[in-house]
C-alpha cells in the first residue's frame, strides 16, 4: 500500500494526476471526434455520389487500420505537417507539438469514424414521417434540425455513443507510446523505478475498470433524461 | 511523395503481415475455445459460476488490451514460483505472451457474442428436439451450437477485424509485426505518410478480405 502514498514516497499522487490526464485526453478526443462526425455524417447522408464517397473513405480507412499505427503518423507527422504549413507562411524554426494535441487527435480522428457512423445510424432510423410532418409545418431546415432531427438522434445515439466513450477511453492508453503521461505511461515510470510491474499495471487495469464503470453510470442516467416520454 | 521508400518498404511490410496474420489466427482459435467455454459458464444456474464467468469478460472488456499484454508481459515474470515452472518456457516468449493477451481478450468479446447467440435461440426449437427425444447433449450440439454460429457470424466478424487491429499492440512488446516495421521504418526515414499508405493498405486490404469472407458465410449459412 505504501507504494500508492501520496507525496514523495508513493506513486499515489502521481497515479491520481495521471488519471485526471486520460480523463482530460477522453474527454478532448470524444470532442473532437464530434466535430468531425458533425462534419461527415452530413457528407454521409448527402445525396451527392463524391461526397459519399469521401465520407465512406475516412470512416473505412479509420476503422479498417490499427490505432497504434494512426498515432504513429501523427506523432512522427504531426509536427512535419505544421511545420509545412508554417514556412508557407515564412517560419521556418523547429515546432515541437504537445504531445497532449497529438494525442487527442489522433484518438479524436479515430473515434470521429465510429461517432459518424453511430450519428448516420440514428438519422437513418428517425421515421421519415417525421421529416414529412416538419416540412408541412413549414419549419425551416434549421429549425428542423435543432427541435426535431436532433433530440430524437441523440435518444437514438446514447446507446452507441457509450460504446464510442468505451472504445476513445481505452485507445488513450495507446499515447503512452508517444510520451504522454496518462495512466499507462505513469505505471510504466512506477514500474521501471519499483521493479513492480504486476502491482503497478494491475492497478492501472483497476483504474479504467474503475473509469468504465462509473461513465457507464453515468450514461445510464443520461439515457433516462434522453427517452422521457418513451 | 517518396515513391522509392514505398516500393522498397513493401515488400518488407508484406513480411511482417505474414507475422501480423499468425498472430491473429492463433490468437482466434484459442479464442474462441475460450469463448465457448465461458459463453456456456454464463448460461449455467449456478449464480457463482455464473457471476464468475461475468467478472472475466467485464475485466478484459473494460480495459485496455495494452494493459492486459504489459500485466502478461512484465508482471508474471515477477512471480518467483511461475519462474521456476514449466510456463516460464512459454512465459518468457513475448510472442506467446502476446497470443495468451489477444486470446484472453478476444475469448471476452466472444463470450458475449455467442452467450447473445445462445439467448436467441426460439425456446420451441429446443423444446421440439426434446419431444422428438433426441438427448440435451446432441440437441446442444447439433442443434444450439450451429445456430447459435450462424446468428453470431456478424458480431464475430467485427471482433475478428478489431482483433487484427489489436495485434498491431503486439509492436509494444518487442514483436515485429506489421505496425511495429512500419513504425520502424518511420522511424528510421522519416517519412511516416509513405510508410503509413502501404502499411494501412495492406491492413485495409486484409480487413476487406475477412469482411467478404465473412459475408459469404452469412449467404452459404442464411436460412
Not at chain 1, 470521429?112 to 421515421?127: H, L, N
Not at chain 2, 489477444?102 to 420451441?124: C, D, H, V
Request: proline share 3%; hydrophobic share 50%; aromatic share 16%.
Amino acid at each position: 500500500m505504501e507504494l500508492l502514498a501520496f507525496g514523495d514516497t508513493g506513486w499515489g499522487d502521481e497515479l491520481f494526476r495521471a488519471t485526471l490526464m486520460t480523463i482530460a485526453v477522453s474527454i478532448t478526443a470524444m470532442l473532437i471526434g464530434f466535430s468531425f462526425a458533425a462534419i461527415f455524417t452530413p457528407l454521409k447522408l448527402s445525396k451527392f455520389k463524391f461526397l459519399n464517397l469521401i465520407a465512406n473513405i475516412y470512416t473505412t480507412v479509420i476503422r479498417g487500420v490499427p490505432e497504434l499505427l494512426v498515432i504513429y503518423l501523427f506523432f512522427f507527422g504531426g509536427s512535419g505537417a505544421i511545420m509545412f504549413v508554417a514556412s508557407i507562411f515564412g517560419y521556418n524554426e523547429y515546432i515541437e507539438i504537445n504531445a497532449f494535441v497529438t494525442g487527442s487527435f489522433a484518438i479524436g480522428i479515430i473515434s470521429g469514424a465510429y461517432s459518424t457512423e453511430v450519428f448516420r445510424g440514428a438519422i437513418q432510423s428517425i421515421d421519415k414521417g417525421q421529416f414529412e410532418a416538419a416540412k408541412v409545418l413549414g419549419f425551416s431546415k434549421f429549425k428542423q434540425f435543432y427541435k426535431i432531427v436532433l433530440p430524437q438522434m441523440l435518444r437514438l445515439a446514447i446507446p452507441n455513443l457509450s460504446n464510442v466513450w468505451q472504445i476513445t477511453l481505452k485507445d488513450t492508453s495507446l499515447i503512452s507510446v508517444t510520451g504522454l503521461v496518462e495512466i499507462m505511461r505513469q505505471s510504466y515510470i512506477a514500474a521501471g523505478f519499483t521493479r513492480d510491474p504486476l502491482f503497478f499495471y494491475s492497478f492501472a487495469a483497476v483504474l479504467y475498470l474503475l473509469l468504465t464503470f462509473i461513465s457507464m453510470k453515468l450514461i445510464n442516467k443520461l439515457e433516462v433524461k434522453y427517452s422521457r416520454g418513451y | 511523395m517518396d515513391f522509392e521508400l514505398m516500393i522498397n518498404s513493401f515488400p518488407k511490410l508484406l513480411n511482417a503481415a505474414v507475422v501480423t496474420l499468425k498472430l491473429l489466427s492463433v490468437s482466434l482459435i484459442v479464442g474462441l475455445f475460450i469463448g465457448l467455454l465461458f459463453a456456456i459458464l454464463r448460461l449455467n444456474k449456478n449464480i457463482f459460476i455464473n457471476k464468475f464467468a461475468y467478472g472475466y469478460s467485464y475485466v478484459f472488456r473494460g480495459t485496455p488490451l495494452l494493459v492486459q499484454i504489459f500485466i502478461i508481459y512484465f508482471g508474471l515474470g515477477q512471480i518467483e514460483s511461475l519462474r521456476s515452472s514449466f510456463l516460464w518456457v512459454i512465459l518468457k516468449e513475448p510472442y506467446w505472451c502476446a497470443i495468451i493477451a489477444f486470446a484472453l481478450n478476444t475469448g471476452a468479446y466472444t463470450s458475449e457474442i455467442l452467450r447473445s447467440a445462445f439467448q436467441t435461440i426460439k425456446p420451441g426449437i429446443i423444446e421440439a428436439g426434446k419431444s422428438l427425444g433426441i438427448s440435451n447433449k446432441i440437441i446442444f450440439y447439433k442443434v444450439q451450437i450451429p445456430i447459435a454460429i450462424r446468428q453470431s457470424l456478424p458480431a464475430y466478424g467485427n471482433e475478428i477485424i478489431l482483433m487484427l487491429k489489436g495485434t498491431s499492440l503486439a509492436s509494444t512488446v518487442t514483436l515485429m509485426d506489421l505496425t511495429g516495421v512500419a513504425k520502424y521504418i518511420i522511424s528510421t526515414t522519416f517519412k511516416p505518410i509513405e510508410v503509413f499508405i502501404v502499411a494501412g493498405g495492406i491492413y485495409l486490404f486484409m480487413t476487406f478480405i475477412i469482411h467478404n469472407v465473412i459475408k459469404f458465410l452469412e449467404k452459404k449459412y442464411s436460412y
